[in-house]
């Protein structure tokens, strides 16, 4: 791609001034209707050292409004964002519907300069390749505009421009041994730049190469680029019936629906129960173990994600409290997830779970969690057919993301019956103490209970995985659930440790 870049053409001033004052025009009025429609989009500038990224970032944000979009400067990770995935600063800073965020650099540096460095090796580098595309089909898939630029110039240009910077006394401290480092390796970096490029340019998210040789060239190259694709995003979000149908036609159909294999559901033997004694004596001991555990993994810099779903009333609360109740609050953070408040409802469907994602040596545990989309949001129609049958493979890549981070993830589902649920609703509205816990949406979803235990089958089997497998708790006794809980979440962790070989 680089190759086939003419870095010689230039534009006179006469023309610049003739195209910069329409598209000027034109990429103000679409900034206020993408506004309006909710449209987000997110433009990403990555290129070579002193390829002039900044500046055409100054000029391509001249005609826009300032309250409208963001701009990040991406550096190297902060401490913070070392104690987190690789992509977890990226996803908190996605745009919400009608913003546009603008990235001075990107996920695209370990791509480069990890590789570059020695940083990714091997395997590493497919997995972060894939780590890419799936974050990018991702935001496509939820409705964000990803525009690539990348400012290409050449090694005798670069060395020009360095020279240049590092004469000025006000910006010497701009060229560091680094760049001149990567300078030396122009033709390395070339060709590792050259494989990303090939390796990402998918419809999800094309790059546009842009020459940096000639400003002015390169200032109307990205405004029309940027003009173009907003117009086109902005013309499919219209909500008049032409566009309507445009849109329906070109979204693909719901696969037809088809039998669930048979879960572990239909296995499950309810009646099982511990004594009350026997709960009492080994409660204490393995919440105990497992505030060893936490100082273990605090230690050792691993992060934990629990995740609880399940039935109404099957005792998700009473679990949980059991979990924590030993542990140092100051390393875990509970999150009850509730339906999505409207900044939630603004960012892509699993934005609001990357953002809470626990820090290195942390555990988060989720009351309910990101499978509400293949289940409440699946039954009630809060989403299309094509959104939540998409979600099993989107929440599998983040997990899998998680997961390769080094993140221990352990999943329960509560399971109870119906009849089970029945008496404690009852139970609940005749307590006055308990009557908050039951609401009308309580008894309106139960109604559904079919529907729900289909959806929960599918999820099981969808995405129950080798890195995020399910376990599914017997919960009509609530003791013996709370102890199979306690006894799964110490087990995995424990094994966890072995395979690392890490002293436990």
Not at 437 to 464: C, F, G
Request: proline share 5%; with cysteine; net charge positive.
């Amino acid at each position: 791609m680089l190759d086939q870049i003419d870095l010689r053409r230039k534009m006179d001033a006469k023309a610049y001034r003739a195209a910069l004052e329409p598209l000027e025009i034109r990429l103000g009025e679409l900034q206020r209707t993408g506004r309006d429609l909710g449209v987000p989009v997110l433009v990403i500038l990555e290129g070579w050292d002193a390829a002039g990224k900044g500046t055409l970032l100054n000029r391509v944000l001249r005609p826009l409004d300032p309250r409208g979009f963001r701009v990040y400067n991406v550096s190297h990770p902060s401490e913070e964002e070392r104690l987190r995935p690789y992509l977890w600063p990226f996803w908190s800073r996605t745009p919400t519907g009608g913003q546009i965020v603008f990235m001075n650099r990107s996920w695209y540096r370990r791509l480069i300069e990890g590789r570059f460095e020695g940083r990714l090796r091997g395997g590493e580098v497919s997995e972060a390749l894939e780590e890419t595309r799936n974050f990018e089909r991702q935001l496509h898939c939820g409705g964000i505009l990803l525009i690539k630029f990348f400012i290409h110039i050449s090694k005798k240009e670069q060395k020009k421009r360095l020279e240049k910077l590092d004469a000025q006394r006000s910006a010497s401290w701009r060229v560091s041994k680094a760049e001149w480092d990567r300078h030396a390796h122009y033709k390395e970096l070339a060709a590792l730049t050259e494989e990303m490029l090939h390796a990402t340019d998918t419809g999800n998210g094309t790059w546009t190469i842009v020459s940096g040789h000639d400003r002015r060239r390169a200032e109307i190259q990205m405004l029309t680029t940027l003009a173009d694709a907003m117009e086109e995003r902005v013309a499919r979000a219209r909500p008049d019936a032409e566009n309507e149908g445009k849109r329906a036609a070109s979204q693909p159909s719901p696969a037809p629906g088809s039998p669930v294999a048979p879960t572990r559901l239909d296995e499950i033997d309810l009646s099982v129960s511990i004594p009350r004694e026997r709960y009492k004596k080994e409660l204490p001991k393995l919440q105990d173990r497992l505030r060893d555990i936490q100082y273990i993994l605090y230690r050792e810099r691993i992060p934990a994600v629990v995740a609880f779903e399940g039935w109404d009333a099957a005792g998700k609360g009473g679990a949980i409290k059991r979990l924590t109740e030993r542990l140092d609050p100051r390393g875990y953070e509970v999150h009850p997830i509730a339906a999505p408040n409207d900044i939630e409802r603004a960012h892509y469907h699993l934005w609001r779970f990357w953002s809470a994602f626990p820090k290195a040596g942390h555990i988060a545990v989720f009351d309910r969690t990101w499978y509400g989309r293949v289940l409440v949001e699946r039954i009630e129609g809060f989403c299309t057919p094509d959104e939540w049958r998409r979600a099993y493979s989107e929440i599998n890549d983040m997990e899998a993301q998680w997961s390769r981070y080094g993140a221990i993830i352990v999943k329960f589902w509560m399971q109870i019956g119906p009849d089970e649920q029945l008496k404690r609703f009852e139970d609940r509205k005749d307590d006055p103490e308990k009557q908050w816990k039951i609401t009308d949406e309580d008894w309106r979803n139960r109604e559904k209970w079919p529907q729900y235990r289909e959806a929960v089958e599918e999820m099981i089997l969808r995405t129950s995985t080798h890195c995020a497998p399910w376990t599914v708790v017997e919960a009509e006794n609530k003791e013996y659930a709370r102890i199979k809980v306690l006894k799964t979440l110490i087990d995995a962790a424990e094994a966890f440790f072995r395979k690392g070989k890490i002293s436990f």
